[in-house]
């Protein structure tokens, strides 16, 4: 079964502003981390943001914030100011617990994303 | 800042032939990965390594498929006999802990012919 869904396999923003990445997730698990990732055209994998299923508040790093809403199993990343640079491939990740496993991500299919001037 | 590296960057190989796959995981790091990424399509999960045995594996990682810590630095992906869908980008990621966060490393691209 899919656990990792990103519905939208290409998105436009215009430099400057904000442009929201969706995700949605399925687990049974009530311990859980969500990640995103950044993948330029390079290839590597950039650590963008996590959430864990426990946070009270969404967890935001510089221009990223991620918008959890929990009852609704989604994790929306959103970039504020884009940039030029944003462009690329943003993949959202879940990890399941228990501690007792090596706690493998799995990955969504991805979004790219293209900045326009 | 320390980072996870790779090698090598890219590697062809003819279809059958043993290849082997470095990594050097962040020094204090004690969670070690290994992901493959077919182009165009999404990461997948190959196996996880902790305490120097393997404690998860996907489907994928088949009899063909071995990981070792050789030392203390250096971690490794064996494949045995390369097939031409074992063509893909693969990452080493590496965490303190089962529950923090994965530091990718760059990839290494692995293209059989």
């Known amino acids: 079964a899919q656990k990792i869904t990103q519905t939208q396999p290409g998105m436009f923003v215009q430099e400057k502003e904000a442009v929201t990445l969706d995700c949605t997730y399925d687990?049974?698990?009530?311990?859980?981390?969500l990640f995103w990732y950044k993948q330029p055209s390079s290839g590597e994998m950039i650590f963008l943001i996590y959430?864990?299923?426990?946070?009270?508040q969404n967890a935001t790093e510089g221009r990223y914030s991620l918008n959890f809403q929990k009852a609704r199993k989604s994790a929306n990343l959103v970039i504020s100011a884009s940039q030029l640079g944003d462009s690329a491939m943003y993949f959202c990740?879940?990890?399941?617990?228990?501690?007792?496993?090596?706690?493998?991500?799995?990955f969504g299919q991805g979004t790219e994303l293209s900045v326009k001037p | 800042e320390p980072e996870v590296t790779q090698t090598p960057s890219h590697q062809v190989t003819q279809m059958g032939q043993e290849v082997i796959l470095r990594c050097v995981p962040i020094s204090n790091h004690l969670y070690f990965y290994w992901y493959r990424q077919i182009l165009g399509q999404k990461v997948e999960f190959l196996v996880s390594?902790?305490?120097?045995?393997?404690?998860?594996k996907s489907e994928i990682f088949d009899d063909q498929f071995s990981v070792e810590r050789p030392d203390g630095s250096n971690f490794t992906l064996k494949i045995r006999s390369t097939k031409l869908e074992d063509s893909a980008m693969y990452f080493c990621?590496?965490?303190?802990?089962?529950?923090?966060?994965?530091?990718f490393g760059p990839g290494t691209r692995l293209t059989v012919l």
């Open positions: 959430q864990g299923s426990y946070d009270q």
């Open positions: 390594f902790y305490n120097n045995e393997i404690s998860e």
């Open positions: 990621a590496s965490s303190l802990a089962s529950g923090n966060e994965q530091f």
């Open positions: 687990t049974s698990d009530p311990s859980y981390g």
């Open positions: 990740a879940m990890r399941e617990l228990p501690y007792n496993q090596g706690g493998k991500l799995i």
